[in-house]
């Protein structure tokens, strides 16, 4: 080791504080132009065979009188020699070529400080990671020389974050990260797929230009099975908080719904039940909930049904003839399912209104078929949705349908907000459950699957409304128990104290771009050691396109940039130009083409 020429000295040792008193701070720094809060330092001990990298959190200077006529002198003559402090965090030792965290194996006094080497950096990350599992998409933000690779396996299988204020550059860092996912190759075939498999659900559509030949889907060619909805995402659907009949309501709706799963199921409907995934047709649901809305009872005989028909009339029932139509429980659903039916008016002594005629279902079944004969909902009780097989739907969410593909993208944008979390609860639980019976029958996890989630905090919040119940759930599930099936999350938001703390909670690893609301800057932070509260301290100063990699999936936290997508591949989340926009002369908008759109 060449001999120290920078006057520098560690003056203050901690396991966890380093304090280096430098007199020549130009001399010092002459190995690295740009040293700063964020440098690394390297530290030699006394027999010189090990090297304690350590990271700069603050500067300081110190002034000290002097006797010596060289110094310099204040406004009133007296003399003084500047000394400039420097506290650092260790990081870790280099032995043998190797980074090993921990710094309290240091020989004291340590003999040399100065800024580490490229040579020095280089070995800590580069060679940190197995090139087998190595995974690149970020440079060290002091030295662009310097590559920041993570475990892929690690950062994918347990759980990622993506986090960042509006602006801080969430969307590139998503796409760049999959961009290069779905690049990884064994052969050599470049007109052939990786066996990536990665589901975006894109709220703002703004990924379908940063993937080749992504397998996009949207409202227009999206057919979701109705007829999979669970109880929360039908009551999320159909009833309306707050509504002191909803408990009836919610009943009603069981029946009918299990009664319809066991008529299509025919044969094998003794083992069926309300979440059965099972067929039911929503429209013959509805004929039910209108029929016993309106149906009217034999006064004397509850169980006879006052339908108007050729085998059930008045004067049949009056004479209690056994010519007319009784009904028991089952056969009055299937001829409830049947159509609307006209049952006959109430009288005094003869016909009195059926159980649910009181009005009590009025406002629940108008909400109900509002709900199926809205047009924006026929990506969900279209026709289409009814027919549907199921290894179609799972196919096409796969990227299994013609063409194959490694990305699909869900986009969001199209789906009426009311229905956004039933939409993401849906296709998050078919999901999961593709990769839990893959498993439990296949006995093997060998197409693994990642899910994004972008804009998380709006469809998974920290909040107990019932309109958030049924998406929370589902990535809740897959959070706590996904990577057991090979399904794992990635949450991306600008607001991660609103996101579900189940949910944040099970991330190992977090990409922290820019923050500025304290609440987000203070949940990241709880993420670090405080030995490390430099790092974090940068989160609101983080320039677009800078973050901060925290996990087990990384040697240690750093400060990096991610790597720029390509021109032709990058998201469509660019900002408007205002003042370029404005400049420019009036344009005119085709109203009427916008109102056929919007409707």
Same mark, same amino acid.
């Not at 039916?341 to 009025?362: C, Q, R, V």
């Not at 794992?488 to 690893?509: D, G, H, K, Y």
């Given at each position: ?48 065979? #090990? ?67 490229? #040579? ?181 005989? #509850? ?71 809205? #047009? ?224």
């Amino acid at each position: 080791m060449e001999k120290n020429l920078n006057k520098a000295e560690v003056i203050y040792v901690k396991p966890d504080r380093v304090k280096i008193s430098v007199s020549d701070l130009i001399s010092f720094k002459e190995a690295e132009e740009t040293l700063k809060v964020g440098s690394y330092l390297q530290i030699i001990d006394e027999h010189e065979e #090990k090297v304690l990298i350590a990271i700069i959190d603050s500067f300081s200077i110190d002034i000290v009188t002097s006797k010596d006529a060289d110094r310099d002198k204040d406004d009133i003559g007296n003399e003084f020699e500047r000394k400039y402090i420097i506290e650092a965090s260790p990081l870790g030792i280099i032995e043998n070529g190797q980074f090993t965290r921990g710094g309290d194996t240091l020989s004291i006094p340590p003999k040399d400080v100065r800024p580490a080497s490229i #040579k020095y950096i280089k070995e800590i990350f580069e060679n940190s990671v197995d090139a087998k599992i190595k995974f690149n998409f970020s440079k060290l933000s002091n030295d662009y020389r310097v590559n920041v690779p993570v475990d892929g396996n690690k950062f994918f299988n347990k759980h990622l974050a993506i986090v960042g204020a509006s602006g801080s550059g969430k969307s590139h860092t998503v796409a760049k990260i999959f961009q290069n996912a779905v690049k990884l190759k064994e052969s050599s075939d470049n007109n052939s797929l990786n066996n990536s498999h990665i589901v975006i659900f894109d709220i703002h559509s703004e990924y379908s230009t940063a993937f080749n030949n992504p397998n996009i889907i949207s409202v227009e060619n999206l057919n979701l099975p109705y007829w999979m909805l669970n109880d929360d995402e039908l009551e999320e659907l159909f009833l309306e908080s707050g509504d002191r009949n909803n408990y009836n309501q919610a009943s009603v709706l069981r029946g009918a719904i299990t009664e319809n799963k066991k008529k299509y199921a025919g044969e094998n409907s003794q083992d069926i039940y309300f979440d059965s995934p099972v067929k039911f047709n929503i429209q013959e649901v509805m004929n039910y909930l209108k029929n016993i809305s309106i149906e009217t009872v034999n006064y004397k005989s #509850k169980e006879r049904y006052m339908i108007v028909d050729d085998s059930y009339t008045l004067d049949n029932l009056s004479t209690k003839s056994d010519s007319g139509l009784r009904l028991d429980s089952t056969e009055r659903y299937m001829k409830y399912f049947e159509d609307e039916l006209i049952f006959y008016e109430t009288k005094n002594s003869n016909i009195s209104k059926g159980s649910y005629a009181d009005g009590t279902l009025d406002k629940f079944i108008n909400r109900m078929e509002s709900k199926i004969n809205d #047009k924006r909902l026929s990506f969900l009780f279209g026709k289409e949705s009814f027919d549907i097989e199921f290894e179609d739907i799972i196919k096409n969410l796969l990227g299994y349908s013609s063409p194959e593909s490694n990305v699909t993208i869900i986009d969001l944008s199209g789906v009426p907000f009311e229905v956004l979390s039933i939409t993401v609860s849906l296709i998050s639980r078919i999901l999961f459950e593709f990769g839990y019976h893959k498993k439990q029958h296949f006995k093997e996890n060998n197409t693994p699957l990642m899910v994004v989630y972008e804009e998380a905090h709006k469809y998974a919040p920290r909040s107990n409304m019932a309109k958030y119940r049924s998406s929370t759930s589902s990535i809740e599930r897959i959070a706590k128990e996904g990577r057991k099936y090979g399904v794992t999350l990635c949450i991306v938001s600008q607001r991660p104290s609103e996101i579900s703390e189940t949910i944040f909670s099970q991330c190992n690893n977090f990409v922290a771009m820019r923050l500025t609301n304290p609440d987000d800057q203070n949940y990241v932070k709880r993420l670090l050691p405080d030995s490390l509260e430099g790092i974090t301290a940068s989160l609101p100063a983080l320039q677009t396109g800078q973050a901060i990699i925290i996990g087990d999936s990384i040697i240690m936290p750093s400060v990096v940039s991610i790597d720029e997508c390509d021109e032709s591949r990058s998201p469509s989340s660019v900002d408007i130009k205002f003042i370029e926009e404005w400049k420019k002369d009036w344009r005119d908008i085709d109203f009427s083409q916008l109102k056929d759109n919007w409707s």
